[in-house]
């Protein structure tokens, strides 16, 4: 696939893209996984702990839900 198809497919389908990251992003700050949820080696680590970067990914994550379900909805 090159990249115009991807962006076609992208721009058909943002709703689904949207749900999947939005439940991957949910999953991964409950599940606390280290990919994800761990600061050592990033450069804002001293700003955020590993509890923060849980909380800022679930509440993304819902929000990415939201949007998706209110897109099929409206």
């Not at 949207?18 to 991957?24: A, E, F, N, P, R």
Request: glycine letters at 8%; one cysteine or more; charged letters at 10%.
């Amino acid at each position: 696939m090159n990249s115009e198809q991807i962006t076609a497919f992208l721009q058909a389908h943002w709703e689904w893209v949207t749900l999947i990251m939005g439940i991957v992003s949910v999953a991964g700050s409950i599940l606390n996984w280290n990919w994800m949820c761990d600061p050592t080696g990033k450069p804002d680590s001293h700003r955020y702990g590993r509890g923060s970067r849980r909380v800022i990914f679930f509440l993304l994550g819902i929000m990415l839900i939201v949007t998706s379900i209110m897109s099929w909805v409206l």
